[in-house]
């Protein structure tokens, strides 16, 4: 049909646009021009002889991956009128909310730089950079005080901006009537039922075997993990991302997991990426900002105090003050609902020539969001590698967890989800703790916004993060959630109060996620 | 295909409801608008865009110009086009929307006024409408197709482009990608005058 032709010429368009300006253009370039001393390519063919030679060689895969990331991180083309702020969010009362949102957040960091007199950025005097360069891979030994800093906001601020998100044009009596939501959330977006998430995520079913399930020990190996180990070695040796992706649904072995997944984020090792890396670096010893002592705050107060990420203290440091400089970052607010602040250089305040995105990659770090970094130490030891993939993930999928959406897999879909499952299929506990003050998504919030970091036991914890990959959505957040409540319901329902409640919740560690999954995904009778 | 703008006169929105008296309970599920063309001669139309605002389902009806003389008749070219997949939920209820010739069911040939049937039958929302209409009819012929594209696909790494001629439908966001700024030195530095 001639509007289907249209419409993938319009997305063929906007993917070449995006890969011409990247490196592996100037690659295949490069690699065409020095084909040509090859005696198989012959000027009558030359076309056909050069695409011969980059599908032998491997760079066809290459550009094949760099396709699919494309396809997988940008939204498709929309309507040639929609304005760009109908990309990053199609409703209205949602880009206000998140305009006003980002506002109070601003006022914040705002106040408590004139409260502290600190400037939001200032350039190290040349005895410090020594010092820091010195320091650099111990940061974490430094002691700085920090007392006076507090983080800009918590989940639990988030969360009240979320409950108080509502739509003009939506019936919001005062009085519940079949319109309120029982939930907290009260927007109505389109969240899937058990039906279609069984659908959804069909390879999680009982009849497909999971790593997190059968790699246990009673399991004899020959069943399925030694299968699953061989096809992920041959994933890894053809170098598809799209085959990786399709592959990690049902989890990846630990020993091929650093590879897989910088191979689904198409991730590269080239000099070039280091070097980019090297000058961030050069950038966090040359100036300092004031959303470095948030960093710093962050990390002391969530990941040093955790057993499982204390050890990687410095790395967190080195990866998140990189990554507050990292203007490559500034690109993912196309289609994040979110803007980056802008401040003006002093005394050219309104003038939008001076106006500079502060911090440099326009993310303001909370409480609790060094631990979206914490998880990948155990996979990555290098630190530019380590950043890479952090930075991708980030872009891909963290920066939907703290910014209002109607994406599906925003942090108000994920809400709404959790609360809808939850209603439907475990009623009387909601009920009951709906009657007792204890709204379940009160406890559940922290849980999804940090990805479950800091919660489950660290491999436990990666299995669940390869799905996310794997299905290239969050929506696995919330069901987990529900399914946590569903296995604890027998004791939730005996709680009388919203402290018991969290009390039954507080420890996570010692659930396995993908049995609690299955469960209540294909096992629940309903 | 190139495309002009035809200058409409919307008209105001009608309910249709039943009965005469407007309760606060029910709300008129059901709204007409008329779009006619008063200083355009009868036109072939080749695009109806607008923006959505929560309606879940679009009829159209038009009256063309019969060169007899019997009197034009209201004949539906578009049935029930769905806009919102589920009424009651968020999806699709503010898209940009494009419908064209070859979606309708007759030929638009000579058009003379066109009636939007709007529908939402769920409660749940206040109001519902449409938004930034706008009927466009084919451009001049000699413009060209401005982008022709081989219409094999990834699996053999095929883009070929050929850009025919240049033409002012040229979508706007391929001359403005994703800008990656450098942000200017911060706050000490002083920034150079124009």
Known sequence: MLQEESDLALIIAQIVQKLKGSTLYAQLERQAWASLQRPEIKLESLKEDIKEFFKISGWEKKLQNAVYSELNVFPLPSHPAAPPEHLKEPLVYMRKAQGSWEKRILKSLNSMCTELSIPLARKRPVGEQKELLNKWNEMGTDEPDLSLFRPVYAPKDFLEVLINLRNPNYENGDSHSFRTHLGLIQVPLKVKDIPELKEFFVELGLTAGQLGIDDSTQVPPELFENEHVRIGQKVLSEQDSAAAQQYIRQGSPTALRAELWALILNTSSQPEDILYYEQLKTNVIQHDLLVDSLIYKDVKLTASNDDYYFVFEDYLYQVLLCFSRDTSVLGHFAYNSASPPKSYIRGKLGLEEYAVFYPPNGVIPFHGFSMYVAPLCFLYHEPSKLYQIFREMYVRFFFRLHSISSHPSGIVSLCLLFETLLQTYLPQLFYHLREIGAQPLRISFKWMVRAFSGYLATDQLLLLWDRILGYNSLEILAVLAAAVFAFRAVNLMEVTSLAAAEAVLADLSTLKVMPLLQIFLFATVT | ?194
């Open chain 2, 1 to 194: 295909m190139s495309r002009v703008s035809v200058p409409c006169h919307v008209k105001g929105t009608v309910a249709l409801q039943v009965g005469d008296v407007r309760t606060s309970q029910g709300r008129p599920g059901v709204l007409v608008i008329d779009v006619t063309f008063p200083s355009v001669a009868p036109f072939e139309l080749q695009e109806i865009m607008f923006k959505n605002y929560y309606t879940a389902f679009l009829t159209i009806r038009v009256r063309q110009h019969t060169s007899t003389h019997t009197p034009a008749k209201w004949v539906t070219c578009l049935r029930d086009y769905c806009l919102m997949p589920d009424p009651h939920s968020e999806e699709g209820a503010q898209e940009y929307v494009s419908l064209f010739k070859h979606q309708m069911l007759c030929d638009m040939g000579k058009v003379l006024e066109l009636r939007l049937i709007l529908r939402q039958p769920s409660p749940l929302w206040l109001s519902f409408t449409v938004e930034e209409l706008q009927i466009y009819q084919q451009g001049p012929k000699d413009l060209g197709i401005w982008l022709q594209v081989s219409p094999t696909l990834p699996a053999s790494g095929q883009y070929a482009f050929a850009l025919q001629s240049p033409s002012m439908t040229f979508p706007k966001w391929l001359s403005h990608p994703v800008p990656c700024e450098q942000p200017a030195p911060l706050l000490e530095v002083s920034p150079h005058p124009g």
